[in-house]
Structures are given as C-alpha cells and as structure tokens.
C-alpha cells in the first residue's frame, strides 16, 4: 500500500513536472525601458500595456518594466504617460525566451494612437474596425475656446457654431442629435445639440486627449450617436505613486484671448486624488471686416476626485463649469436682439468595478453619474433673463468583459438614463418633459493572428412624457458587423456593415416657437417615426517607417430622415419651419496621407467630402461641409518642431432653400514649438500664427454665415509644464 501511494505521489509530481515545464515553454517574458524623448533619461510610473492581454506594469525609478508568463504571440504593447500622446510598438513574444522592447515617450504629435471608444477596450487606431481620429492635448491647445474649434479640419470632422464660444463638431456632415459628446464614456448633460447657439461645456486645456469615432457608435453609446461619437478622455482611471501635474497658459492677439489650467495627481499604493481648474476670457474677435460684436467668452471650472484602483476598485468625481458667451448679431438690423447666454454646469459620478477575474467574466465596471445643467439668455441691454433653460439627466451603466479565449473577446452590458428637461420665458420651444431610456448591447470580436471580425446588437428604449401633450415610446434595434483583414506590407483593408436606429429627439416632437439659435421658427411634430440607417464603410490603411495613410469611403441610406423643412411663411421675424421626415442618402470620403521625406521631415496632407441630400427629390441638405483639404510640412530636430500648413476649401452651391452658399477659401497657419525635458519634468513653448493671410472666409456650417464672417489673422502662445 505504501509502495502504491508512493508510486502515485511520484507520478503526480512527474505530471505536474511536465505541465509546468510545458507551460514555461509556451510563454516568454517582456521587458524594456522607457526613456524621454531629447533626453534619453528614464521615465517612472509610465503605464506599459499589452493591448490584447489587458495586462500593465508601471515602469520603476530607472524606468524599466517586465512581463512575466506572456503567450507566446504577436502584441500591441503601448507607453502611456498622462497628457502626452501613447506610444505604440508591435512586440513579437517568443516561448522560453526574453524579448525586449524600449519605448521613448514624445510629447508632440505621434501618428500612432490608441483609442478606447471605439469598443470600450484599449486598442490601436490601425487596428479599430471603425475609423477613429485621436487629438492630443497639444493640439488641443492649439484652440482650446471651443471643442468643434479645437477639432475642426481633422478629416471627417467640421464645425457648426454661432460664434467661437458655442462651436460643436459635425462629423460626416452630421450634427445635433445624431452626434454624442462624451466624458470619459458618460454623456454631459448639456443641450448643445439642441442649438446652434449652446456651447458643450467642457475644460479642454485638462483633457488628455480626444476621441472622435466616425460612422455610427450606436451600438455601445445608443441612437444619439447614429452620426459618431466624440468623447472627452481624462484619463484618472489608474494609481501611480507620487506626484504629477501639469500648468497651461494661453494668450492670443486676435481676441485678446487669455487663461490658463492646472491640475495635480497624487497616488499612494492603490489610492489617487486629483484635482484641476483653470479659466478663459476672449474679448471680440476680428476679422478683415472688422471686429465682430458680442462674440466674446468666459468660462471657469474646476474638479476633483479619488479612487482606489486595485482588483477591485472604484472612484468618485465631482465638477463644475461656470461659462459666459455672446451671440453675434446682425448689425444691418434696426433693432437687433443682443443676447449672452450663462451655461452652468454641475456634475457627480460614482465609478466602480473589478478586474482579472478567473471566470467567463473576466472584467466589470458600473458607473452612475447625475448632470445638472441649467443656461440662461439674458438680454444684454437690460439685464433680464429672457428664457431660462434647465436639463437634469441620472445616467447608469454597466460593462462585463468576457475572459478571452483564444480567439473570441467581448463585452456585454446595460445603460439607462432619466432626463428632467424644463424651459420658461419667452423661447420655452417644449413643455416641461421627463425622459426614460433604456438599453441593453453586446459586442464580439474573433481575433486571428492579424485579421479580425467584429459583431454585435442593442436594444434600446426611449419614452417621452411631455407635459400637457401626448406621450411617446420608441423601440429600436441596431446591429453591425466588420471585418479587418491584412494585405501584407503594413497595409489593411477594413469594412463595416451597420444597421442603425434613432429615436426622435423631444425637440423635434414638441418645439413649438420662436428660435433664433437655429434661425427658424420650429414647429415639431408629435407624430414622427423613428429613423432607421443602413451604411457601408470601407476603409483602406498602411501604416510603416516613412508612409501612413488612410483612405475611408462611407455610403448611409436613412429612412425616415428628421429634417426642418421651411414652408415660405415668416413669423417673429423668422422662417416658419416644420420638422419633416423623408428618405436621404450620405455619401463621402476622407483620406489622410502622411510621407516621410527624410527622418526629420514629412509631408502632411487630408481631404475630406460629403455629399447628402433627399432621395425623393434631391434636395441638398442643409449645413453639409463642402471638399476640403489641407497639406503642410511638419519639420523636427531634437525638441524644435515646425509645422507650416495650408487649409482649403471649396464653395459650397449645393444648398437648402433659403440657405446661404458660401465662397471657397484658402487659409495659411504656422505653428512652432520648443520641448525643453528633464527626467521629471518637460516645459513646451508653442507658437500658432493663424490665418496669416487675413483671408475673409465664411463657414458654411455656421447658423450666422450669412452675416458673420470666421476669424482673421492672429498668434496664439501657449505654454505647457508637466512633472511626473
């Protein structure tokens, strides 16, 4: 008996020899060094990733990580370091051996970027099977008054505005309702989808980057994002040990722009705080005509918050943004409506969730987060309040990862939202009105060694409950599908499929009224159906040492389309105009070609191009951006970079009737910077000369083109500090 357990207990441990033995040869280590850039001196507390394993290490005091027991295989590994772009290397892990891969963090433009919005998981943007545009906090900064300023002529993406102050993006020729502003994944509760003259109050000097999907997000972010997503990245979603912080200040000749922002981390073990506020003011800007009345801005916001981020983890945020914006006017007219509007918004939100969990859910994370918003037009000569607007919004959310397998990984979730919307005065457009949604997604990818497929659905439930009007209720499905496959030489080709529903919104249900924000008298309609999208993207990109490039063509047939249709009448001065449904059809391009003269000079250009209209009559819709384009050069030796660059647009004649067309223009811009870096510390010094050739140029998209002319020349100074 004794020899028997003897013999079994010997046989056990030669079993569990060669399991172990077996597994220490089907994985590798990796480990490197991540230095910064113009220094080549190590950099702590970076955050190192393998993207398909979810897996990060911080780099130590020499700047050095290690992965222990990797699978052998072919990975995406990036070097995060908090408001200076990720850096991406490819790293090919070999069984029982050690592979090595150094990283230099750059603190100005990279071309390779990691997005998280797309799928809500890391990935490269090469790799998306949407097409995604990252914008770093340098450029960011660049034209900071405004998020559709700050974006604008990145391909695919314009702006619509009624001045500097309240500039929103339009992606693809689409606006309003149909395009989603994100925080750090949460909507912020604003109205400036609502009106050409709202503003989306964010602080963009503190954001790490942003995040611009483009083509419907429908499926993780519902039927408001039928047209793309822009998300906002703040980037406090992990500890670090020690002290880190930042400090910009900006200043600008054209409109006496002036401000700042400034924020500091702390972390010890597993806990974090932070905090970060900042302020702007922008007098009048100018432009060859002269200087345009009441387009001044104000704004001021600050926030803080603390989390622990172990295997379980959570965090709380609290914000608030306080901002003061005119509306330019007409000064043709005998008697003018002078109005500035008061944007306030308060924001609270509880995050939490667990990670690397043993089990079909791998990860978890839940989140509830209650935006209180409230703005007022105020009529500048007297001082009162002539409508007042407030929106409430609770919105909760819930995430599962599922464990990866070898080839399939995804996620599955929840999200619900009550909105509390109420306006009073003399533009109350819609009745005090209460909204539910509800919405229940999942979305699968099947990886293979270079190629992948993607899927996925949402059910979605939008109920309206107006006051004194009668109620609606919407249900919808949406689903997609794509796939990315590799044609060798860095190069792949990407296509996407997508069925898409939207829900009307409740303006286009219920306004009733005078508004001059969107130039129209709107009449809703209670009756109107939900929109029902098909769309096809393709998408070609290469990606080596001296060439990237990007060439998307995407094609939407929209079914009961949402449009305000003017009838000839006037009244309060304005066009009479129905919301209206037909068939339409958006069909565009938008390309990007990067070249490497020599290793410190490249060649930067991007087009972009959207044609839409009715299909019954072929009618052009209206503020649809025209082909535009902009080609420069980006020189760089050690920490100097010199960008010249050129913007072009065509004439718009493809209007809507009674719109306005607008001229083509051509602009020139110049921005310069100097990178002065320790091993802690790295100071940016940049100058951006716009519009140099002071050229009169009108945006097509604007709500005020047919009076109010863009900005003319100007210099924006920007200084930046980081220590980490």
């Not at 990252?134 to 002529?153: I, M, R």
Request: contains cysteine.
């Amino acid at each position: 008996m004794k020899i028997g357990s003897r013999l079994f207990a010997l046989s056990f441990c030669l079993l569990c020899g060669l399991f172990v033995s077996g597994l220490a040869q089907s994985t590798g280590a990796l480990r490197g060094a991540v230095t910064l850039s113009g220094t080549e001196k190590p950099v702590h507390n970076v955050r190192v990733t393998i993207i398909q394993l979810r897996r990060s290490v911080e780099t130590d005091e020499k700047g050095v990580y290690e992965f222990q027991n990797v699978p052998a295989g072919r990975y995406d590994v990036t070097a995060h370091l908090d408001l200076a772009p990720d850096v991406v290397k490819s790293a090919q892990v070999t069984a029982g051996a050690a592979t090595t891969a150094d990283f230099q963090i750059e603190l100005s433009a990279v071309r390779e970027q990691v997005t998280v919005t797309a799928t809500g998981s890391e990935e490269t943007t090469f790799n998306s099977i949407q097409s995604v545009t990252v914008v770093g906090s340098q450029d960011l900064a660049k034209n900071p008054v405004s998020l559709g300023e700050a974006l604008d002529f990145e391909p695919g993406v314009a702006k619509r505005s009624s001045g500097p102050g309240t500039s929103r993006p339009v992606i693809r020729g689409f606006d309003g309702d149909r395009v989603l502003v994100l925080q750090d994944g949460q909507r912020i509760g604003a109205l400036g989808f609502q009106s050409g003259d709202h503003a989306e109050p964010l602080d963009l000097l503190s954001l790490d980057r942003v995040e611009v999907v483009k083509g419907p997000a429908t499926l993780l972010y519902g039927s408001s994002a039928i047209g793309g997503v822009v998300n906002a990245v703040s980037s406090h979603d992990s500890a670090h040990a020690g002290l880190r912080g930042y400090f910009t200040g900006i200043g600008a000749t054209n409109s006496y722009q002036g401000g700042g922002s400034a924020g500091i981390e702390y972390g010890k073990g597993a806990w974090l705080v932070w905090g970060n506020g900042g302020g702007q003011r922008a007098g009048d800007y100018k432009t060859p005509l002269g200087r345009v009345t009441n387009s001044f801005t104000r704004d001021g916001n600050g926030s803080g918050g603390f989390g622990y981020f172990g295997k379980g983890w959570f965090s709380a945020d609290f914000s608030y943004d306080n901002r003061k914006h005119g509306i330019p006017f007409d000064t043709s007219e005998e008697a003018p409506e002078v109005v500035f509007l008061t944007p306030r918004r308060a924001s609270a939100q509880v995050k939490g969730g667990y990670r690397g969990l043993d089990s079909f859910i791998s990860e978890g994370q839940f989140s509830f987060q209650y935006n209180n918003y409230k703005h007022d037009e105020v009529e500048a000569k007297t001082g009162e309040v002539g409508t007042a607007f407030r929106n409430n919004t609770y919105l909760y959310r819930g995430v599962f990862d599922e464990r990866r397998t070898s080839r399939l990984s995804g996620s599955f979730g929840f999200w619900g939202m009550r909105r509390d919307y109420e306006s009073i005065g003399a533009e109350a457009l819609a009745p005090p009105t209460t909204q539910n949604a509800f919405a229940l997604f999942a979305l699968q990818t099947i990886n293979f060694e270079h190629a992948a497929l993607q899927f996925g659905g949402r059910f979605e439930h939008n109920g309206y409950n107006p006051t004194g009007l009668e109620k609606r209720s919407f249900n919808g499905f949406s689903g997609a599908g794509g796939f990315r496959v590799p044609l060798g030489g860095g190069t792949a080709f990407v296509a996407n499929y997508t069925h898409s529903y939207r829900a009307p919104a409740m303006e286009e249900l219920y306004n009733n009224g005078p508004h001059p924000g969107n130039a129209a008298f709107e009449i809703g309609n209670p009756n109107l159906d939900r929109e029902s999208a098909v769309g096809i993207d393709l998408s070609l990109r290469h990606s080596s040492k001296r060439l990237r490039a990007e060439a998307n063509f995407f094609y939407y047939h929209i079914n009961n389309f949402i449009f305000l249709a003017p009838n000839g009448a006037v009244e309060d001065g304005l066009p009479v105009a129905n919301y209206a449904q037909g068939s339409s059809r958006f069909a565009g391009t938008e390309a990007r070609l990067d070249v490497g003269l020599t290793r410190n000079l490249w060649l930067l250009s991007s087009l972009d191009y959207v044609n839409a209209e009715l299909k019954d009559t072929r009618t052009p819709l209206p503020r649809i951006p025209p082909l535009r384009g902009r080609v420069g050069f980006e020189a760089f030796y050690k920490g100097f970079r010199f960008t010249p660059e050129v913007i072009m647009a065509r004439d718009q004649s493809r209007t809507f009737p009674l719109e306005t067309r607008t001229a083509g223009y051509a602009t020139v811009n110049l921005t310069a910077s100097y990178t002065i870096t320790r091993q802690h510390a790295a100071q940016t010094i940049s100058v951006n000369a716009f519009n140099l050739n002071d050229k009169l140029y009108f945006n097509h998209l604007s709500f005020i083109k047919g009076f109010v002319p863009e900005i003319g020349r100007g210099v924006r100074f920007v200084y930046t500090i980081r220590f980490f």
